[in-house]
C-alpha cells in the first residue's frame, strides 16, 4: 500500500487523506512524520510494544535515536547553570534491571516536584550522550496514573484505549509522540472494513505458510490482544512486503529477458585473444570461470544482466575489461559507467593503461587492429567533449568511460552492446534503471565492491543473476589493520608517525586519509540536531564544558598536510597532498609523483578510496576513521599491500571505548573478509539506509522486512513469485498484486525496484 495522498478523489480508503480522516489538526501532527495517506499511517508500525507497568529496557538505545521509553522515576535534583542565568534539572530514571538514564529539563525546576521518585511515566524524546551517561534532553512525556499532571486527557485516553493489552509504541517526532499515533490509528481502525485492505497475498499462498488476511494483520499488528496475535500480523506482512518486492523484481528480469540482444560471439584471433596474449599475469580461476559465464552470455541472445561482485582488489575491472573486448571485438561498443567523474577518469587511465597499444588504435603506436577508449565527462572542455562525440557516434571509440551522463539522450552510440556499471559500494541502481527506460536491449554488467549477504542480492538486486570472484589475485600481501585510540593513549600518535618513517625509510610510501578537505571545504557529514535539543546541547556543553568538550572537526587533508612538514619523525620527507577540489592537472601530476616514487607520504581524502593504484604503498594512516564507513574502511585499505609488500593500515580515533564507533573499527581490525564486514555494516544500519534510499531522498517501502535478517521469507517469498509468474506473467489475474507493484514503482521506489 503506501500510496501517498493523491490529487483528485481517493480511489480506496488507504489512498484517503490523513486530514480527511483524522481533520487537520491531528493530520498536521503526523505529517512531521511524512505520514499523510490512511495507508501511510498503517503502514507506520510499532517499534515495539509494552504492556503497562513494564518498564523498556534501556540496554540498546542508541545516541541519536528518538525514542519512547517506560521507566521509573529514581531521583530528582536541580542546580543552577554555572556560567548562565537558569537552572538545569536532572531526573535520574530507572528500566526494569536497574540501568539508568538522565532526563534533563532547562529552566523547567517544577518538573522536580512533578518527577518525584516512584513516577512511572513514557518519556519521549532524541537520545544523547554526556560523559558516559545517556540523557534525554528536554523529553517529552506522559505519566501513569495517580502521577501529577496525570489528568491531562490524553495519557488517560492512551492508558484507556491499552488497558490490560500491549500498547504500541511507534516511531515518534517531537511533534507527533507515540500516543498520538496510538490515537489516530484507533480512530482509523474502529471503522476500517476488511475490503478497504486489499491483500496482495492470494489466499492459498497465505493458507500454506499459515499467514493472517491482510485487514487482520493490520488490526493485530496495532492492537494485538496478546504476543501470538501480534507475532501473527508482523510476520503476515513482513511476508507481504518481501512477496511484493520480489514480484517486482522477477517481473522487471522476466520482461528485460523478452526483447532479444545482439549476440557477439568469439573468434580466432579476435581483440580478446590479443589482449590476452599480451597480459603479463595469468587470470585466476575465478576471472576465468566468470569470463566464461560472460562470454556463453554475450553470444546468448538473451541480454546480460549480470551483477559480478568481489572482494577489493579481486580484479573485477579486468573481468569486466575482457567482457567489453569480446564485444569490441565483435563489432559493437562498449560503455563503462563510473558513479563520479573522478572514477571515470581514473577508469579511463587504468584501461588505458592495461591496453597498452591495443588500445591506442589510430595514433602512431598503436595497434591498427586494436580500438580506442575514450573519455566523455560533463566537465570537460567545449572542443574536447565534440571530439569525444564524435569518436564515440562514428564507432571509432570502441570503449566509453564516463559517468551515467553518459546514457543521457546526448550521446549517441554507433552500435552500443555492452553497459557496465561501476557501483563501488554503493547499492544504487538508477544507471541500470535509466538504461532500462530507455527501452535499449544492451547487456547489463554491475560491478560492486562491497561482497553483498545472498538476501541483499536477492532483494537489491534481485533482477540480476550474480557472479562472484572469491579469490584475490597471487602475490596480494594481507593488510594488518590496528585501531589507534588517541583518547586513551594520546601518545600514540607519535608511534603511529615513527611507523609511517620506518615504511618510507624502507623503500616503501604511505598514505594519510583525511575525512574532510580543508579550511572552506566544509565537514563533510551533516548530521544536523534539531534546533532546540542543540540549543540546549549548548547551555548543557557550556555548564559542562570541563568534562565534555563538542567534538572538533574532523582533521582536513590541508591542515594536516602543513602540520606533517613540521612533525619530527617525518623530518625531510616529500610530503604530497591530494583531494577532490584540485584541478584534474594538479591531481594527475601528483599521481604521477607518486607513481614515480617522488613522493614519500601522501595526505589525501577518500579520492584514493578507489582506482589508486600504487604498488609501493605499504602503509595507511586513517585519521579520525570512526567517520568512516565501514565498507568505506574496508576498500580504503584495499589500496596498500598490493605490490608484494605486506600492509599496514593504522586507524586513528578519538573515541572512547564502549561506544558504536569503536565497535565498527574493532570489527574491520579484526578481519579481512569482506562479506562479514558487509554483513556487520548492514546490521549496524538503519532499515532504511539498505536500500539506498538516502541517494534519492525517498522512504524506503520495507518496514518490516530485514534485508538482512530475513533469509527465509525472502527466499520462500520468491519461490512463490517465481511459480505464480509462470502462469501469470503479468500478473493480470492477480489484480491487488499488481496493484502492490505498480504503486511501489510510482511511489518513488524506483531508486531500488528495477523498472520493467
Ligand atoms: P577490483 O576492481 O576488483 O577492486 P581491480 O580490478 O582494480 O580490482 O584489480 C586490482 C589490481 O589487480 C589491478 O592492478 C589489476 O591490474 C590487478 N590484477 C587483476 N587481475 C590480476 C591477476 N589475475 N593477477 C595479478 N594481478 C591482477
Ligand atoms: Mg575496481
Request: a negative charge; aromatic letters at 4%.
Amino acid at each position: 500500500m503506501s500510496a501517498s495522498a493523491a490529487p483528485g478523489p481517493p480511489r480506496s480508503r488507504l489512498d484517503t487523506p490523513l486530514s480527511r480522516e483524522l481533520g487537520k489538526k491531528a493530520a498536521d501532527r503526523l505529517e512531521t512524520l511524512g505520514l499523510r495517506s490512511v495507508a501511510d499511517l498503517l503502514e507506520h508500525y510499532p517499534r515495539r510494544w509494552t504492556r503497562r507497568g513494564d518498564l523498556t529496557s534501556f540496554d540498546g538505545l542508541r545516541e541519536g535515536e528518538h525514542v519512547t521509553v517506560q521507566a521509573t522515576v529514581a531521583k530528582a535534583s536541580t542546580r543552577a547553570m554555572r556560567h548562565r542565568r537558569g537552572t538545569i534539572t536532572e531526573i535520574v530514571v530507572r528500566d526494569g534491571a536497574g540501568r539508568e538514564i538522565d532526563l534533563v529539563f532547562f529552566n523547567q525546576s517544577w518538573r522536580k516536584e512533578q518527577l518525584a521518585a516512584g513516577t512511572v511515566g513514557f518519556f519521549s524524546g532524541k537520545v544523547s550522550r554526556r560523559a558516559r551517561r545517556l540523557q534525554l534532553l528536554q523529553p517529552d512525556l506522559l505519566l501513569g496514573r495517580g502521577a501529577a499532571g496525570a489528568a491531562d486527557g490524553e495519557a488517560d485516553a492512551f492508558a484507556a484505549a491499552f488497558a490490560g493489552g500491549l500498547a504500541p509504541v511507534y516511531p515518534a517526532s517531537a511533534r507527533a509522540q507515540t500516543w498520538h499515533i496510538g490515537k489516530a490509528v484507533g480512530q482509523v481502525l474502529d471503522t476500517l472494513r476488511d475490503e478497504d485492505v486489499p491483500d496482495p497475498v492470494p489466499a492459498d499462498v497465505r493458507a500454506r505458510h499459515g499467514l493472517l488476511p491482510r485487514a487482520a494483520a493490520v488490526r493485530a499488528i496495532h492492537r494485538p490482544a496478546d504476543e501470538a496475535e501480534r507475532d501473527a500480523g508482523e510476520r503476515t506482512l513482513r511476508f507481504t512486503e518481501a512477496y511484493v518486492l520480489q514480484a517486482g523484481l522477477l517481473r522487471a528480469r522476466a520482461r528485460a529477458r523478452l526483447v532479444p540482444a545482439t549476440r557477439y560471439g568469439r573468434h580466432a584471433d579476435d581483440l580478446l585473444a590479443r589482449f590476452d596474449a599480451a597480459l603479463p599475469f595469468p587470470l585466476t580461476a575465478g576471472q576465468e570461470r566468470v569470463g566464461h559465464d560472460l562470454e556463453a552470455e554475450l553470444s546468448s541472445g538473451t541480454p546480460m544482466q549480470r551483477l559480478l561482485q568481489g572482494d577489493v582488489g579481486s580484479g573485477k575491472t579486468l573481468v569486466a575489461l575482457r567482457a567489453m573486448l569480446t564485444v569490441v571485438g565483435a563489432g559493437g561498443q562498449a560503455a563503462l559507467l563510473a558513479p563520479t567523474e573522478v572514477l571515470a577518469a581514473q577508469h579511463h587511465r587504468s584501461l588505458t593503461a592495461l591496453l597498452g597499444p591495443l588500445g591506442r588504435a589510430g595514433t602512431l603506436d598503436g595497434d591498427p587492429d586494436g580500438t580506442r577508449v575514450t573519455l566523455l565527462t560533463g566537465s570537460m572542455p567545449v572542443a574536447a567533449r565534440r571530439k569525444a562525440l564524435l569518436e564515440i557516434v562514428t564507432g571509432e571509440a570502441g570503449i566509453v568511460v564516463g559517468t551515467h551522463a553518459l546514457l543521457s539522450e546526448t550521446v549517441e552510440f554507433a552500435d552500443l552492446g555492452i553497459v557496465v556499471v561501476d557501483e563501488q559500494h554503493r547499492f544504487g541502481v538508477e544507471q541500470r534503471d535509466t538504461l532500462r527506460a530507455r527501452g535499449v536491449s544492451v547487456h547489463v554488467l554491475v560491478m560492486t565492491a562491497t561482497p553483498i549477504p545472498r538476501t541483499v542480492a536477492m532483494t537489491v538486486f534481485g533482477d540480476l543473476d550474480t557472479s562472484v570472484l572469491d579469490e584475490l589475485p597471487a602475490g596480494r600481501q594481507p593488510v594488518a589493520t590496528h585501531v589507534v585510540a588517541v583518547a586513551d593513549h594520546p601518545a600514540w600518535i607519535e608511534r603511529v608517525w615513527a611507523r609511517v618513517r620506518e615504511e618510507v625509510d624502507e623503500g616503501r610510501q604511505a598514505f594519510v586519509v583525511c575525512q574532510r578537505i580543508g579550511a572552506d571545504g566544509g565537514v563533510e557529514d551533516g548530521d544536523q540536531e534539531p534546533a532546540v535539543a542543540e540549543r540546549g546541547e549548548r547551555a548543557e556543553r557550556d555548564e559542562n564544558d570541563e568534562d565534555d568538550a563538542p567534538r572538533p572537526p574532523a582533521a582536513a587533508a590541508v591542515d594536516v598536510h602543513e602540520a606533517l612538514q613540521a612533525e619530527p619523525a617525518l623530518a625531510g620527507l616529500r610530503i604530497g597532498l591530494l583531494h577532490g577540489r584540485m584541478s584534474s592537472e594538479d591531481k594527475d601530476a601528483v599521481m604521477t609523483a607518486v607513481l614515480a616514487g617522488e613522493v614519500d607520504v601522501l595526505v589525501a581524502t577518500t579520492v584514493v578510496e578507489v582506482g589508486v593504484d600504487v604498488p609501493n604503498a605499504s602503509v595507511m594512516v586513517v585519521l579520525d576513521a570512526d567517520r568512516f564507513g565501514v565498507s568505506q574502511l574496508h576498500q580504503l585499505r584495499g589500496r596498500i599491500g598490493r605490490g608484494g609488500h605486506a600492509g599496514v593500515c593504522l586507524l586513528v580515533t578519538g573515541l572512547p571505548a564502549p561506544s558504536d564507533g569503536r565497535e565498527r573499527l574493532d570489527a574491520v581490525a579484526s578481519t579481512t573478509d569482506g562479506f562479514a564486514l558487509a554483513r556487520f555494516d548492514l546490521q549496524a544500519r538503519r532499515e532504511g539506509d539498505v536500500l539506498g534510499s538516502a541517494q534519492s531522498g525517498a522512504r524506503s517501502s520495507l518496514r518490516l522486512l530485514r534485508v538482512v535478517d530475513d533469509v527465509d521469507v525472502i527466499t520462500t517469498a520468491r519461490e512463490e513469485v517465481a511459480a505464480l509468474l509462470v502462469e501469470d506473467p503479468e500478473l493480470d489475474r492477480h489484480p491487488e498484486l499488481r496493484e502492490a507493484v505498480d504503486i511501489a514503482l510510482a511511489g518513488g521506489r524506483e531508486e531500488w525496484l528495477a523498472r520493467g
